[in-house]
């Protein structure tokens, strides 16, 4: 039987498949336009949020005096800021600052577990201070890693110290900015050692942060740069330039940073008094720093590295207390000690009135 092809009669098959294939073809158009819509949106939304962050969200936090809601900030937010990186320009800057922050989160739990292991000793509990301490050499391993990721976007944004350049300041912020990735440069290096194992940072880092802070106006940054770069001396041999002197820089240092409202300096000054073993010094500093606060206000523009100076001061305070008590510094009393002999008290006889 023979069989005739039919022009007016469509093809079922012919139509569907053409229809399939415009479908798909609208498709590619409409989701390919989609994501570049969305690419334009996510890079937008990016820069405006590391500027937002960099220009408002940050001086905020500096005028602020919670520490601890900083710290909080920091964990929380910066998978979602860094994570605008895929999308814009990596935010190196305000990863400075991400990243330094959640390391000192790291590193205030590490004294946590610092206190829990000297509280177990003096109560002579040797495997709950063993398991204290494992706890304290873990969290200073996640504290050196969030460090070292701080200086290596600081180095990113700002070029490597090492090469011995001063980069060109576009505002305090700017330079502030600078400075604490010098700072998670020296913290990465101590959160390391602490640790007791490798976490890739180099460990000339510390005289690189040093001599970088030459590129700082130690005045105008509270004599902070200058405590850093003694600080170095002071712990690392041979560190220390012929004809300086690491503590007396410090002393002027400290005083730089009472009269400022800013007392980082004397953190600084008492890591490099521990590190030496000098307990009377370290008690100095703390009575110093517990004597400041009380009679200078904080600087308004900088409360929150004041208020971070102090939490570290109080930590020191407190691991002092706790190997020789079991306790903190109890409440009220910071720049007081358990063996602080009591003031005398004048007394009069009364037998003699009589």
Known sequence: MTHFWNPSRKSPFSTRRVRNLVAAFTASLVLGGCSAVNHVMYKTTGDVMQGFSRDHTVPFLMESNDVAMGCAMSEATAPLLMSFGRVTNEPDQLAVMLYLSAGGCAEEEAREHELAALAALNAMNGNEAEDAMIRQKRAHSVAARRYYKAWQHHNAHYGNPADGECPDFDDDMDEFIYMAGLLSGLQALNAQIQS????????NVGSIAARATSCLDNEKWWGAPMALRATVWAMIPGAQPEGENAFERLAIADDQGEVAGVRLPHVFHAIAALNKGDEAMVRSVIRDHAESIETTPANEQWR???????????????????ENTGHRTPMGQ??????????????????DLL
């Open 334 to 351: 910071l720049g007081s000690f358990w063996d602080d002999q009591a003031e005398a008290v004048e007394t009069m006889d009364l037998d």
């Open 304 to 322: 929150f590295v004041d208020a971070m100076a102090t939490d570290m001061i109080v930590a020191v305070s407190d691991r002092l207390w706790v």
């Open 196 to 203: 007791t194992s490798s976490i890739g940072v180099p460990a």
